[in-house]
């Protein structure tokens, strides 16, 4: 009997082992703050501490000062973290000019930090900024950030929160996020998607699925600039599947990438624009050597919108500002067309080796710059050959808020241009 239950025993530990493996560990992380900060690793020490909250409720929490764009608490040991979910309650002492950044599938990878994130924007109207001292009507800028919630995933620390306009949530009525008040949130991951809670733990703000990793660290960053964060009770499980099952939010947004130049490949990034890209065009097998750095043409298609990303090529602290991309335009035959963008960045344009006029920035990026007048881009007139046109551009990146573009091409009829 013994012997029996022995090998039972010995089948049960490893069935246990290999579920282990496949499922990966379960995560339980819970922090009150009370007891120091030996779970988390600061990127800015000096600009994140432990404090007594002077609230009796909460004691110490953790508390985050602006200073940067690389002001960073994240759990030691997350590295690995996927399908999880992110508890916890913040507050903004300060009247305004505040900010809670939730990170998640934080990657580092060689000298820069990749990661999404979703931030709750507090009270932006401050009596001692220029911009809004004595006057009525809130600037567009500052509106943008307002009361809201709004995607913003970083790549290479650098904030996108520019390119995704359409998900943006304004905060009303029991909805806001009073000063000096402690609020409850909650993020849950799976996979790349993310929701995120705001009071309501049942139902979402906002439904994202547009950030291009599946796992990393986790945790929390204040403002660049502005006033502090405090965020305690944090609380991290791992999760099967999302809580919420119902439609995507908010609701209403249709993409087209159907209409979109999708297929790119991208080559950079250089610290200076490249004259031997940008006379000898594509060429899949080239090799380009810049400051004893070597450089090969990369797949890099656009997001599940139609959005290209150089940001996931251009680096923002390093210099390394150039990048060029390069997609392919089949026509039936010699026609007129119009190529039509929605940038962030200003573009340098070349049509099958020939310069082409370039195109502006604007301050946000939409998706339905096609149909939408209100939202509308900027225009090329080309003409396209019979056959394979070979469109190439050359992005200066590193812009602050989002390096990124939709681009289309229709028939110069179609558009009812002459």
Not at 87 to 95: D, I, Q, S, V, Y
Not at 286 to 313: F, I, K, M, Q, S
Not at 394 to 407: K, N, Q, S
Request: one cysteine or more; proline letters at 6%.
């Amino acid at each position: 009997m013994k012997k029996r239950f022995g090998k039972f025993g010995v089948l049960l530990a490893a069935w246990c082992l290999m579920s282990a493996l496949l499922c990966g560990d379960t995560i339980s992380f819970y922090d009150d703050f009370e007891h120091g900060t030996d779970k988390w690793e600061f990127s800015t020490p000096f600009k994140i501490s432990v404090k007594d909250s002077g609230d009796p409720a909460h004691g110490k929490v953790l508390a985050m000062s602006s200073g940067g764009p690389m002001v960073y608490a994240l759990v030691k040991g997350s590295g690995n973290w996927t399908n999880v979910r992110i508890e916890g309650e913040l507050c903004f002492p300060a009247g305004f000019s505040h900010y809670l950044g939730v990170i998640y599938n934080y990657r580092v990878i060689g000298d820069r930090a990749d990661f999404g994130s979703i931030f709750v924007y507090g009270r932006q109207k401050d009596p001692t900024n220029p911009w809004t001292r004595g006057k009525t009507e809130v600037p567009p800028a500052i509106d943008f950030l307002g009361e809201i919630i709004l995607p913003n995933p970083h790549r290479d620390s650098n904030a996108s929160r520019l390119l995704y306009p359409e998900y943006k949530v304004r905060l009303e009525g029991d909805d806001v996020v009073e000063p000096g008040k402690w609020h409850r949130f909650k993020l849950e991951t799976v996979g790349r998607e993310c929701h995120f809670y705001l009071h309501d733990m049942n139902v979402p703000k906002m439904t994202f699925a547009q950030h291009e990793f599946d796992s990393g660290r986790v945790g929390f960053k204040p403002r660049y600039g502005g006033y502090p964060t405090w965020v305690d009770n944090v609380r991290i499980t791992s999760i099967d599947g999302f809580g919420y099952k119902g439609p995507d939010l908010p609701q209403g947004i249709v993409y087209t990438p159907e209409k979109m130049l999708t297929r790119w490949h991208a080559v950079g990034p250089f610290c200076e624009q490249m004259t031997e890209v940008e006379e000898g065009g594509y060429r899949q097998n080239a090799t380009y050597t810049n400051y004893n750095r070597e450089y090969v043409w990369r797949e890099l298609n656009a997001d599940d919108r139609g959005c290209l990303h150089p940001g996931r090529v251009i680096d923002r602290f390093s210099g390394n500002w150039y990048g060029y991309f390069h997609t392919e335009i089949i026509s039936d035959s010699d026609k007129e067309a119009i190529l039509e963008f929605s940038t962030g960045n200003q573009l340098t344009l070349w049509l099958n080796g020939e310069p082409l006029p370039g195109v502006q920035g604007q301050k946000l990026i939409w998706y339905d710059f096609l149909d939408n007048p209100a939202h509308k881009g900027s225009n090329v007139k080309v003409t396209l050959k019979k056959g394979i046109n070979r469109l190439m551009v050359m992005v200066r990146g590193g812009r602050y808020g989002g390096d990124g573009f939709y681009a289309a091409c229709r028939d110069a009829a179609d558009t009812g241009t002459k």
